[in-house]
């Protein structure tokens, strides 16, 4: 049976794994998720990703989770906002920003999977998949 939600999936696997302090977590593989993990690399948030092949020859993305000392995380919590029940679209203008600018939002718009930071300049809207704090 399909995964109704790949990105949620991939979220929750990111989320619970930090809060385990694991050093790597592996997710579906989907285009969606290499351009999510792209800009969680690019924003600082992961320390690498990889595309890796499974025993069974299935490819998955393996992420490494990136930690400053041993007590604390640099993910404090990640929040799924667009759900396939309910997507939550905004325009240029609109795009909140999270916890005053201290975390990012993800967004899937025409220019690509980009940050709510970016997407202010590139003066594009589009789909609020995430907020990463």
């Known amino acids: ?17 930090n809060k385990a302090h694991f050093k ?5 593989m989907s285009r969606m998720n290499i351009n999510i993990a792209k800009v969680l690399k690019k924003t600082g948030y992961i320390s690498n990703y990889d595309k890796v092949r ?6 998955v993305l393996e992420i490494i989770l990136r930690y400053p000392d041993a007590k604390h995380t640099v993910i404090t919590n990640i929040k799924r906002i667009s759900k396939p029940g309910r997507r939550v679209y905004v325009s240029s203008d609109s795009i909140p920003k999270v916890l005053n600018g201290l975390g990012i ?10 940050t709510d930071a970016e997407a202010r300049e590139l003066n594009v809207g589009g789909e609020i998949l995430c907020n990463i704090w």
């Open 1 to 17: 049976m399909g995964m109704t939600d790949p990105i949620a999936d991939m979220l929750t696997r990111i989320r619970n794994a």
């Open 24 to 28: 790597t977590v592996n997710v579906s």
């Open 54 to 59: 499974k025993e069974k020859g299935q490819q």
């Open 105 to 114: 939002s993800i967004l899937s718009t025409s220019k690509g999977v980009i």
